[in-house]
């Protein structure tokens, strides 16, 4: 959820699985009329839509769609963002779009791979709205959790962290934070709130706690990825 606080002249540049939403938690909390907050509660889901239609900016705004928006304005903000090793934003959607589709199935109170033998076989009489996504058919198609990486490194239109935070040549960001590394993004923030900013987590998955990271599964998400490996310092994980 992007946040462009003109009270404290940040800009958060929201990196999908990439802890952003905690971030902005932060900036909710904080409640300054002054800061738009896109997304994360109720109001920012509103925000969130009306932004999207005035201006064309999102929750998910790349920097480049920003910095374009806010024209010379934008080098007045301290800009930042946060990245996460590839592999583990892989595991976060495979827990996302498993929480939602056990929970649909806890409503309907149908076993999740009934549902989704149905939803395969094209014999659902009502598609929810999170069937359009695009990790969904990966999920929905995969043998296993190889499987659904390959399928879904193939299918995503995200593009890489890089993409989304500079302009195809540099970062157009001020500031990339791992997420590994999470102190320093408290710290640097409880700084420039001036008060102490309790971690948060937020956006929680599935209760899947262990991926097996096979090396076909490593290497399609590295092909991927590769200049994020390079730019952020990350190396491929492989569980033996």
């Known amino acids: 959820m992007t946040v462009i606080s003109d009270s404290l002249n940040h800009i958060f540049v929201h990196l999908h699985k990439c802890g952003g939403t905690s971030i902005e938690k932060a900036y909710i909390n904080r409640g300054n009329r002054l800061d738009a907050v896109l997304g994360g509660d109720e109001t920012g889901e509103e925000l969130n839509i009306i932004w999207g239609r005035r201006f064309g900016l999102h929750k998910h705004s790349t920097a480049q769609q920003l910095a374009a928006h806010l024209k010379k304005d934008w080098d007045a903000y301290w800009s930042f963002s946060v990245v996460r090793h590839p592999q583990r934003v892989f595991e976060s959607f495979y827990r996302w779009i498993d929480r939602i589709v056990v929970r649909h199935c806890e409503k309907l109170n149908v076993a999740p791979v009934d549902w989704l033998s149905r939803a395969r076989a094209n014999q ?76 948060q987590h937020e956006n929680k998955g599935s209760v899947i706690t262990d991926f097996n990271w096979t090396k076909k599964a490593a290497d399609a998400v590295f092909a991927a990825h590769e200049i994020d490996y390079q730019m952020f310092g990350y190396e491929p994980l492989l569980h033996q």
């Not at 995200?158 to 997420?179: A, C, H």
């Open 124 to 199: 659902l009489k009502i598609r929810p709205d999170f069937m359009a996504y695009e990790g969904f058919p990966p999920y929905m198609n995969c043998s296993d959790f190889e499987d659904f990486v390959v399928r879904f490194s193939k299918a995503t239109t995200l593009g890489t962290f890089f993409d989304r935070l500079g302009d195809g040549n540099n970062l157009l960001v001020d500031k990339v934070f791992r997420l590994e590394e999470a102190d320093e993004i408290w710290k640097e923030l409880s700084l420039r709130f001036e008060k102490n900013i309790t971690p």
